[in-house]
Nanobody, 121 residues
């Protein structure tokens, strides 16, 4: 049974950086397409970054140029480097993956516990 465990969240001041990690068991990231999502209070979960075929990446406009998704196949872990953080980036961040590329409309039946990111002075 697949399990995804997100970590690395915390409280950071505006302009700061965090690196989130997503470790997988029962799932091999090298043959799946991963994505990072976030859900802010009172809002729907949204896709913010994904890794696609050929190593190409997709980012939501709100994070483009500030966030970077990457994968370490040896560690079976996916990362989200977040720079120049803003208060509006405050949310619970989740990762997920599937055998075909993720798009903003992709639905998943199950999620990990997520990791809280709070950007505040």
């Amino acid at each position: 049974q697949r399990q995804l465990v997100e970590s690395g969240g915390g409280l950071v001041q505006p302009g700061g950086s965090l690196r989130l990690s997503c470790a997988a068991s029962g799932l091999i990231f090298s043959i799946h397409y991963p994505g990072w999502y976030r859900q802010a209070p009172g809002k729907q979960r949204e896709l913010v970054a994904s890794l696609n075929a050929g190593g190409s990446t997709w980012y939501a406009d709100s994070v483009k140029g500030r966030f970077t998704i990457s994968r370490d196949n040896a560690k079976n872990t996916v990362y989200l480097q977040m720079n120049s953080l803003k208060p509006e980036d405050t949310a619970v961040y989740y990762c997920n993956a599937r055998r075909t590329p993720i798009t903003p409309g992709t639905q998943f039946a199950s999620w990990g516990q997520g990791t809280q990111v709070t950007v505040s002075s």
